[in-house]
């Protein structure tokens, strides 16, 4: 099925899930065309009110009543088969498309899509070529997956041909958008509660390659070896990046107090500009690697370029300062795959502190038991690890696996670990262990977020 932003100007678009981050930025792109829009959600949230003084019709649970007015229904991959709109809408024969499918068909209206993908990294990097492009008056399209100051939210509606996206490989989603700048930022095992093993993703990034044309671009992370393996393929243009190989590389690093890296930039051996960041972190090195790459492949001004990094004090969510109580420091990170853990936890090492006490929630039970031997190798940077039960998300608790097993499974190789079922109880032990000086990380993809801010305001 197809949709286009003038013909199917007067039908009612209905979006199940309408409050998630990605949903109620595709909702808000079409209030700006002047859309009837719709949606339905269990709570209601800063995005639902949002979209509802914007001029949306929003209702709270979900209800075959809701979609009664609805011409194309969009749902989000997070929506189960028996959900009573969706069953509704079989049953009347409304058109339905799923987030993925109805985001492909906006961006067949641009001719700049710039699709990033990647296991880890998506959101900042969509974030930096945000702050880049915006710098270089491109007007773009943005859609993000968190909070970005400089948009005020997680989307903007621009007037040119530049479509900024994240592009996400949960359930095959970006094989349904239509990439002019292709980037991969890395290739990991996650999501295996869809995919069967890490060669299966490997070949559903392979597929996300063949979408972008000839006179297109894929931008990739070149010490990756999963990557290495698979851009080999590639008929368009191809641009590389790293620390060590690549074609566009950063050299000549430099931490400062704060962990914030500064490098100089080069193409082959000739020296191109030098970018100050002040986001923390080697993994951040790479994500404004990628992020120059594709503002070099629009041949944005190179001042400019680095003027844009150098604005970006990073998104919502991704090593954020909450606050600081008693001379004790809060951040909260996103990280929810070792890998991506690990690098937050080697960035904080090197953050000011006296003492880090890393608070993880394991999001999903499926994540958890599937990579279950990495969570208990990623936490070495960490004085003290306090986990949270599981975030089930999506998913039903079985009884087959649990944050106290993985706790067990980490005492027994001697971090220094404590179990607990609540988060008051979490933020009491805080209060009493936590000393001035230390560093407070809140860890995860739920709501363990909300553990800084109640010791924060306790």
Do not use: W
Not at 225 to 239: E, F, G, R, T, Y
Not at 283 to 302: F, G, Q, R, V, W
């Amino acid at each position: 099925m197809s949709f286009d932003l003038i013909k199917d100007k007067n039908k009612n678009i209905h979006f199940i899930g309408i409050g998630g981050v990605s949903m109620s930025g595709l909702a808000e792109i079409l209030l700006y065309h002047n859309f009837k829009v719709s949606g339905s959600d269990m709570n209601e949230s800063p995005n639902t009110e949002k979209l509802s003084k914007n001029g949306a019709k929003i209702y709270i649970g979900h209800n075959k009543e809701n979609v009664k007015n609805a011409d194309i229904i969009v749902y989000t991959a997070a929506i189960s088969k028996d959900n009573p709109e969706l069953v509704e809408a079989k049953d009347k024969n409304i058109k339905t498309m799923d987030r993925a499918e109805f985001l492909g068909q906006l961006m067949k209206g641009h001719k700049y899509n710039i699709a990033i993908s990647g296991t880890h990294g998506k959101t900042t990097t969509t974030s930096m070529v945000s702050h880049i492009t915006l710098n270089c008056n491109t007007d773009p399209t943005i859609l993000v997956g968190g909070n970005l100051d400089i948009i005020n939210g997680n989307v903007r509606v621009g007037k040119s041909d530049y479509f900024i996206t994240e592009a996400c490989e949960y359930k095959s989603s970006f094989l349904k958008f239509h990439p002019y700048i292709g980037v991969i930022l890395n290739i990991d095992k996650d999501h295996l509660d869809y995919y069967k093993d890490i060669e299966d993703i490997k070949n559903a990034f392979s597929k996300f390659i063949k979408l972008i044309p000839k006179d297109g671009y894929l931008i990739a992370y070149d010490e990756d070896k999963n990557i290495k393996d698979i851009i080999k393929s590639a008929s368009c243009n191809v641009v590389t990046y790293g620390i060590n190989s690549g074609t566009i590389q950063a050299r000549n690093i430099k931490f400062d107090e704060k962990a914030c890296g500064s490098y100089d930039v080069y193409k082959n051996d000739e020296k191109l500009f030098s970018i100050n960041l002040n986001v923390p972190g080697k993994h951040n090195i790479l994500n404004s690697l990628a992020s120059i790459c594709i503002s070099l492949t629009l041949s944005l001004e190179k001042n400019s370029i680095a003027k844009g990094l150098e604005s970006f004090y990073g998104t919502h969510r991704r090593f954020e300062l909450k606050g600081k109580k008693d001379d004790i420091t809060v951040i909260d990170d996103y990280a929810h795959h070792p890998t991506e853990i690990e690098a937050t936890l080697n960035a904080t090492r090197n953050y000011p502190h006296n003492k880090i006490f890393c608070v993880f929630q394991p999001h999903t039970y499926s994540r958890t038991i599937k990579l279950f031997d990495e969570f208990t190798e990623c936490f070495n940077n960490t004085d003290e690890l306090i986990l949270a039960d599981i975030y089930a998300a999506r998913e039903k608790d079985t009884g087959e696996i649990s944050s106290d097993m993985l706790g067990d499974s980490l005492r027994e190789k001697g971090i220094k670990c404590t179990n607990f079922h609540n988060f008051e109880d979490i933020v009491n032990y805080l209060k009493k262990n936590a000393s001035k000086g230390d560093l407070i990380l809140t860890v995860g993809a739920g709501d363990v977020f909300k553990i800084g801010e109640m010791y924060l305001n306790s």
